[in-house]
């Protein structure tokens, strides 16, 4: 994962699925009786949530363990 194409197509897929996450929990938030303004909060804080932990299990799984 140190070519530049692949980082790039990986920060892709890896931001395309944390929108996804993000729109979910805001709709499933709106469905729920709160208002626009915090449901749209709370899909900011999914999408950057899961944006991080991919991240972050990406930095984990390319990694090599250091001796």
Do not use: K, Q
């Amino acid at each position: 994962m140190h070519d530049t194409t692949t980082r790039a197509l990986w920060f892709a897929i890896g931001l395309l699925a944390a929108i996804i996450v993000g729109a979910a929990a805001g709709l499933l938030s709106w469905l729920d009786g709160r208002s626009v303004p915090g449901s749209i909060l709370i899909a900011g804080a999914g999408c950057s949530g899961a944006f991080f932990l991919f991240i972050a299990a990406a930095h984990f799984v390319t990694s090599r363990p250091e001796r």
